[in-house]
């Protein structure tokens, strides 16, 4: 009996730096499978008519990226916990006439920060930096992992309250204090762990944090990939330890491929891989 080749597509905006095809075309590889996994770059305003139209055409799931994650999660007709949580979605399945969301960047982010970097959240101060779809679905699963601290930090502070005041009752429940501050008001050494969450490294822009924030015993985490950016270079010019959102893509992106053919990938070689690109 000849497989029968499945569609898939990553959507966002900008989308010519995607990793995901790569990606998924090694998972699909590795495990026998019969794939199309393409990078489909969304109009801003166009996200739920490009969606529906790759859906007419056969497609069984996509991957959601910048900036369309909350459109995603507003599309969507049935949520996992994680989407329902953050309101945001970056994995979609179609199913008969059902559009599924589910949110795997919070999974992706604390399974790259235990397996591959080895750092137990347990007890730890940490720094989240923005208030989009990327920051919203991490935060409960950092809450999880139960931190000491989660302090939210942003540009603007009126999304904060919002996002502060959703999640509190979860923070609660799991013990950790739940926090938000301004930018420039952010204590000295005192985190252990720093991530950007903001699309501030996408055009190379200045997050104007104190040099002082960061410190050699500290981890500053991007989630953007491919080059060095303008938080990263800041962290190193204070002896912090540093990593890209390499690991975080490939095992959000593996979680996403357990959800639509329910065999879990090997993610290892393919982030050492794509490092030595």
């Not at 998972?27 to 007419?56: H, M, N, R």
Request: glycine share 6%; proline share 3%; hydrophobic share 40%.
């Amino acid at each position: 009996m000849t497989e029968v080749k499945k569609y898939f597509a990553v959507i966002g905006n900008p989308i010519h730096h995607s990793l995901s095809p790569q990606i998924h075309a090694t998972f699909a590889k590795e495990a026998g499978l019969l794939i199309d996994y393409e990078a489909v770059l969304s109009p801003l305003d166009q996200f739920k008519q490009i969606t529906e139209i790759l859906i007419s055409q056969k497609l069984s799931g996509a991957n959601v990226t910048l900036p369309f994650k909350k459109e995603a999660y507003q599309l969507a007709t049935t949520h996992s916990n994680h989407a329902r949580i953050a309101e945001a979605v970056n994995t979609l399945e179609f199913r008969d006439d059902e559009i599924i969301g589910y949110n795997t960047d919070g999974i992706g982010l604390v399974r790259d920060l235990a397996q591959n970097i080895k750092i137990n959240l347990t007890h730890k101060k940490i720094l989240l930096i923005g208030a989009g779809g990327a920051a919203e679905g991490v935060i409960f699963s950092i809450l999880e992992k139960k931190p000491i601290d989660l302090t939210l930090t942003n540009r603007t502070i009126e999304k904060l309250i919002a996002i502060k005041n959703r999640m509190h009752g979860y923070a609660q429940n799991l013990h950790v204090n739940l926090n938000m501050i301004e930018i420039a008001k952010i204590p000295h050494q005192y985190f252990d762990i720093i991530i950007n969450a903001t699309s501030s490294s996408l055009n190379e822009a200045d997050l104007y944090i104190d040099n002082k924030v960061f410190h050699e015993k500290c981890l500053a985490y991007d989630m953007m990939y491919g080059k060095e950016t303008p938080f990263i270079r800041q962290a190193k010019s204070q002896q912090a330890k540093t990593t890209d959102g390499i690991g975080m893509l490939v095992e959000q992106a593996a979680e996403s491929f357990f959800i639509w053919h329910h065999i879990k990938p090997q993610t290892k070689s393919v982030i050492e891989s794509l490092r030595t690109k």
